[in-house]
């Protein structure tokens, strides 16, 4: 799981001046404000606010893997602006799953549902929405061998990142000692 690091006066690097540098995973970046940037990160982990999105959106499937190719298009666009860190993953991340929904499923809550999901106020939401509609110039359609390029890559970090907690479980002594016995 990425961690962010600080490397500035405030948290992740926050210099005070709206500007953000930090390492997040392992590289390292500078964000500056946009609508998605929060002055301080929101005290939910990034994993447990995807489970409240998931858990009371009910959005398709295919909806999570075109929300990460709007996340990539959205730092390819404006990697200052837009690549993941603390200050703005969350807002990024509902934004991408709500218009993935949109243009995915036949069936999705409006704007307000998403809002109160989110713990954004609808106003907040509206202008995400369309800031991400402006950066992504409106293409919300994937094409069908971009969509399969990413779900493969998705499902091959999951892979990685099982064989590597497997491999720390394997390795880890009470494990070791629980395979002597049997």
Known sequence: VARAQGLGGGPCGCGGDGGVSATWGGAEWTTTSSVFFARTPPRIALADYFRRIVK????????????????DRMSAASPSHYTLCPHNAHRLVVTAVMLAAKFQDDVYYNNGYYARVAGVSLRELNALELEMLKTLRFAVHVPEPEWRAKCEGLVAEVLRAAEADSAACRSHPAVARDELVR
Do not use: P
């Open 56 to 71: 009371y959106t009910y959005s398709s499937r295919a909806c999570y893997s075109l929300a990460v190719v709007y996340l």
